[in-house]
Antibody, heavy 119, light 108 residues
Framework: QITLKESGPTLVKPTQTLTLTCVLS??????????VGWVRQPPGRALEWLAL???????RYNPSLSRRLAITQDTSKNQVVLTMTNMDPVDSGTYFC???????????WGQGTLVTVSS | SYVLTQPPSVSLAPGETANIPCGGI??????VHWYQQKPGQAPMVVIY???NRPSGIPERFSGSNSGNTATLTVGRVEAGDEADYYC???????????FGGGTKLTVL
């Protein structure tokens, strides 16, 4: 069974850096043709893609957020880590990680982790 | 960036057919994927590559893609189909995924 599970802080202060971890099960982060992406969703709003990393360490970032994002993979722990700098209250929401077929769809998704940015 | 446009909401009675559009310039040249998201849950793919259903998705769910509009069709809608539906493509110019703004399907 393929699963992904997000973890990280539930509350961060403005200007702080957010670090989220996505632990993979049932497949390896370095499986050819696959990747892991991060998508966020502010409360009551639409999905917004953030970043994507492929088996060969190729990375893609949302152009509007690229300066604040970094995505890495740890093959020894079979996990993907997303960092977002200079957090703001508008960054509050649920952050999902999901497996990605190469330049295609996301499936399956993790359950998501809720992040609140507040002083 | 490639823009995908969806209506905010679609409402219909049980048993009717829902057609949820996803507009984009020459979207027919792209592979379109559709997700269902119920309240408090993660999204789940219901259609991939325009018209393919993953295992476990009812045959009532189908997809098409032509011209500037892709469409998710939900036949004989039932209360359990109430959810937000998102379309997604690969933006080849930016070389990254793009999501539509989502459509809330309400079964009256």
């Amino acid at each position: 069974q393929i699963t992904l599970k997000e973890s990280g802080p539930t509350l961060v202060k403005p200007t702080q850096t957010l670090t989220l971890t996505c632990v993979l099960s049932g497949f390896s982060v370095n499986t050819s043709g696959l990747g892991v992406g991060w998508v966020r969703q502010p409360p009551g709003r639409a999905l917004e893609w953030l970043a994507l990393i492929y088996w060969d360490d190729e990375k893609r970032y949302n152009p509007s957020l690229s300066r604040r994002l970094a995505i890495t993979q740890d093959t020894s722990k079979n996990q993907v880590v997303l960092t977002m700098t200079n957090m703001d209250p508008v960054d509050s929401g649920t952050y999902f990680c999901a497996r990605s077929n190469f330049r295609a769809w996301f499936d399956p998704w993790g359950q998501g982790t809720l992040v609140t940015v507040s002083s | 960036s490639y823009v995908l446009t969806q209506p905010p909401s679609v409402s219909l009675a049980p048993g009717e057919t829902a057609n949820i559009p996803c507009g984009g310039i020459n979207i027919a040249t792209k592979d379109v994927h559709w997700y269902q998201q119920k309240p408090g849950q993660a999204p789940m793919v219901v259609i991939y590559h325009d018209s393919n259903r993953p295992s476990g998705i009812p045959e009532r769910f189908s997809g098409s893609n032509s011209g500037n509009t892709a469409t998710l069709t939900v036949g004989r809608v039932e209360a359990g189909d109430e959810a937000d539906y998102y379309c997604q493509v690969w933006d080849s110019s930016g070389d990254h995924p793009a999501f539509g703004g989502g459509t809330k399907l309400t079964v009256l």
